[in-house]
């Protein structure tokens, strides 16, 4: 069983029961789900995932009046509640995982991932928010929410980023990928420098896999999960195997040694099957950048696109900032 399959399960025939009974008069006014940190918000949790934050348990969010109230009454409640359910132990909780379940209230569990503005008004705060917390505080679920504050702020952030914000994000992606994997990944191969050519690779995959979250209009979770997440995407579906068959790659120092091949180009050797599949990820995305009218230069180095994609940012905060920045 999944881990929010059995956190929903648990809240509907345990904890519902007890709020029923000890706390009916706030039944009305508390948000109930699980939401945040951990593999199984994401969906993603397995038999490896069960030796930490795992087992029976799940949130109840409360106003902060609500909260100073009988916060500390619910939770000592909630803490009372039976620690096996449907064949599971007590949820086993790591040093990191600690307040990941129990009574909370809504807007300082927010201003754990977010901070104060919730969600943000301020294009700047948008840019520079770690993206997975934004995917932290937009997975799991909700199982109700009567009043409906917290989900109120929940609804803000999946809404997404506002569209200057996307774009900004997406100029600063293309930028990297022709940095990283189009032009530097080279040059370090050129040169014999095979760790900073991994280190090239590395760079260019990262920022490969946030374009496409930002194409799709996802937020990139956290690294762990992030080639995980582009299962499922619908744009661009394909560069996932792409970037697949680019991370299986070994090392392809043999297409850097003499005797070159009568058609070795040193800026773009195709001959090396990373530097293949780069130009294949990139020819991909570029396509896709037209097709949501991002860009108009026919160009296969993403670095033209990125100043070209610039020019659509309507706020003039954004606008002015540096290509990388976001």
């Known amino acids: 069983m999944k881990g929010l399959e059995l956190s929903r399960r648990y809240y509907l025939e345990v904890g519902r029961p007890m709020l029923v009974r000890k706390f009916p008069e706030y039944l009305p006014r508390i948000a109930a789900g699980l939401v945040g940190e951990g593999s199984e918000c994401l969906g993603y949790d397995d038999e490896i995932s069960r030796d930490h934050d795992f087992g029976p348990g799940f949130c109840l969010w409360l106003t902060g009046e609500d909260y100073q109230r009988v916060g500390k009454q619910m939770q000592e409640a909630y803490e009372n509640l039976p620690d096996n359910f449907m064949g599971f132990g007590a949820r086993k909780t790591g040093r990191m995982g600690r307040d990941r379940v129990g009574v909370m209230e809504i807007s300082e569990f927010y201003r754990r991932f977010i901070g104060d503005e919730q969600p943000p008004s301020d294009m700047m705060r948008w840019l520079y928010l770690p993206e997975d917390k934004l995917a932290a505080v937009s997975s799991g679920e909700v199982f109700e929410d009567p009043l409906g504050e917290f989900s109120a702020v929940r609804a803000g952030i999946l809404a997404y980023y506002p569209e200057d914000v996307r774009v900004k994000k997406i100029a600063a992606r293309a930028a990297v990928m022709a940095q990283a994997g189009q032009y530097n990944y080279a040059r370090c191969m050129r040169r014999g420098d095979f760790a900073a050519a991994f280190i090239a ?126």
């Open 201 to 326: 690779q590395s760079e260019f995959i990262r920022s490969a896999v946030s374009m496409l979250y930002l194409l799709n209009r996802r937020y990139m979770p956290f690294y762990k999960w992030m080639f995980r997440g582009l299962s499922g995407m619908k744009v661009l579906s394909e560069a996932r195997e792409c970037l697949d068959a680019l991370v299986c790659l070994g090392s392809q120092s043999d297409a850097w040694s003499e005797p070159y091949p009568a058609d070795w180009n040193p800026y773009v050797n195709l001959h090396d099957r990373k530097v293949m599949r780069i130009e294949q990820i990139c020819a991909m995305v570029v396509d896709e950048l037209k097709r949501q009218g991002l860009t108009d230069r026919n160009d296969d180095f993403l670095e033209v696109h990125a100043w070209d994609i610039m020019k659509r940012i309507q706020d003039s905060q954004l606008a002015h900032c540096h290509v990388l920045a976001g």
